[in-house]
């Protein structure tokens, strides 16, 4: 047979061999990252119900000045290097139980400046964000590109890191790829911080009464609320009407948890900020509303390029609440200051949403796996409101039969857009694949690849969740496609791919 191959011209032949007997190269680099104990954020802790904290703040109470500076200094001596400025911390959480000095009619005015901190002291925790696992990473062009040499690129990568609970967040690393496909990485710095909370949201009342109709919210309680309010409103007046409501009205327990479920969703909507003095790999966004208490999920990150040029970095992520999720939305221009808001719609229910980097024909463009199984592409004109969707890809090869899904927004080249993909087959094997879809009309799929590009080793089927590669978004530097990938939901690495190598088997598949 090889003879007959080579008897043919040589570009036929060599077409020919590539087809018959080349496999597409896959390059698996040498970079771990794994959980790592030591990085730690502090979280306002309340030990039990009001009395608990009533007997503990009794108890420092009848402590002396002297004991008061000797408590606060040792606390200070073991925990101030570990955190930035943790006596603002102190601070704040001593406010948050503040009110139980009103319980035991204690002025709070007599209170030391010391007493205050180490009061706070007490009803701070440590939690260790990463200590369970490190993964799902998604990598993007960072807005800074400047001072490199010629062909390196900045990168960042943002990762599901779980710890205490399982409780998720997502946090990011800062690298650099060089002209020869190296990675390199910037040691995370010694401090994490948590960003300000800043809720200033303006909420639309058909929309905030259309997602509440989508999570099967419908007692006639939501309307007396929503009533009280304008076609718009803020945070303060929804929280005002839900107080008025109660004060109105008797609240069955059934009642009670529709106006939780009005507060739940009010609070998916909020904004955050960051001190300009953290490094990227200091900050990390821990769970803030109820919907997402125990966990950000899998967040895929895109460069967005508006209509008039400028640029915006969004990311849709699964809110997860311990029993329901909620497709969520996160934007930034500058990785400083973050918004968050809920994906609505009707294809939008379900995990796994991920943006376009521009708009298709005029509009947002989605790939979605709204069923469960499938792979969709929906379209809006609004990116927070998804109600059309078109399948375009159904579980086809045995490594996904059970179900197919992207992992991270489609990558455009001027051969069609790269759209890495995620299938399950048997013994729940998740192994990456690769799909091609049409420039101008990405519903139409130009080929995908038969066999799968990456399937997990004996080194990555080991872990949380055995059995699983998986990834929530590549990148493209100097014709190779750089893809970062978690080994079985513990730890993460980078593997990258020649984008000839790549083109030549799609073109053989189509």
């Not at 998720?168 to 060089?178: A, K």
Request: hydrophobic share 35%; charged share 25%.
């Amino acid at each position: 047979m090889l003879s007959e191959i080579l008897s043919r011209s040589s570009s036929t032949a060599v077409r020919i061999y590539k087809r018959i007997f080349m496999a597409i190269s896959v390059k698996r680099k040498d970079i771990r990252f794994y959980p790592d104990p030591k990085r730690v954020i502090t979280r306002f802790f309340m030990p039990g119900q009001d009395d608990r904290a009533q007997s503990i703040i009794k108890k420092i109470l009848n402590v002396n000045e002297e004991g008061i500076n000797l408590l606060l200094n040792q606390v200070l001596r073991k925990f101030s290097k570990r955190h930035r400025n943790i006596t603002q911390i102190f601070k704040k959480n001593f406010e948050n139980i503040s009110y139980i000095l009103q319980q035991i009619d204690y002025d709070k005015g007599l209170l030391s400046h010391k007493r205050k901190l180490l009061i706070g002291s007490y009803f701070t925790l440590e939690f260790s964000i990463e200590s369970a696992a490190f993964f799902n990473p998604s990598v993007v062009e960072d807005p800074d590109q400047s001072s490199l040499e010629n062909g390196q690129k900045r990168i960042i990568v943002s990762f599901r890191a779980t710890g205490e609970g399982h409780i998720s967040s997502l946090v990011f690393r800062l690298g650099i790829i060089d002209s020869e496909g190296n990675i390199t990485f910037k040691p995370p710095g010694n401090l994490v911080d948590v960003p300000e909370i800043i809720k200033r949201h303006v909420y639309e009342k058909k929309q905030f009464l259309k997602k509440l109709n989508e999570m099967h919210v419908y007692k006639d309680v939501v309307n007396m609320v929503m009533d009280k309010l304008g076609n718009k409103f803020v945070y303060g007046e929804l929280l005002s009407s839900i107080a008025d409501v109660k004060k109105e009205v008797k609240l069955t327990p059934s009642k009670k948890k529709v106006l939780q479920a009005v507060r739940w969703l009010a609070n998916s909507h909020y904004e955050i900020t960051f001190s300009m003095d953290t490094g990227i790999s200091e900050r990390v966004l821990f769970p803030v509303s109820y919907t997402e208490s125990n966990g950000i999920e899998d967040a895929r990150f895109v460069r967005f390029k508006e209509d008039n040029g400028n640029i915006t970095y969004y990311a849709t992520y699964t809110a997860y609440n311990g029993f329901t999720i909620i497709p969520k939305l996160i934007e930034t221009k500058d990785f400083y200051h973050f918004k968050t808001s809920p994906i609505n719609g009707e294809f939008a229910q379900n995990k796994g949403m991920s943006m376009f980097p521009r708009k298709i024909n005029g509009r947002y463009a989605m790939i979605s796996r709204s069923d469960g199984v499938n792979n969709y592409i929906t379209y809006s004109d609004d990116m927070r409101i998804w109600n059309e969707a078109k399948i375009i890809e159904e579980p086809k090869y045995p490594w996904e039969f059970v179900q197919i899904g992207n992992s991270g927004s489609p990558i455009e080249t001027d051969k069609g857009w790269i759209l890495l993909t995620h299938g399950v087959g048997p013994l729940r094997q998740y192994s990456l694949g690769i799909t091609l879809l049409d420039l101008e009309d990405p519903s139409k799929v130009i080929a995908r690849l038969k066999e799968p590009l990456l399937t997990p080793n004996e080194e990555e089927r080991e872990g949380y969740v055995p059995n699983v590669v998986y990834s929530c978004g590549a990148i493209i530097h100097n014709n190779e496609l750089i893809i970062p990938y978690a080994m079985s939901d513990y730890a993460s690495t980078f593997a990258s791919v020649s984008l000839d190598d790549l083109f030549d088997e799609l073109n053989n598949n189509s």
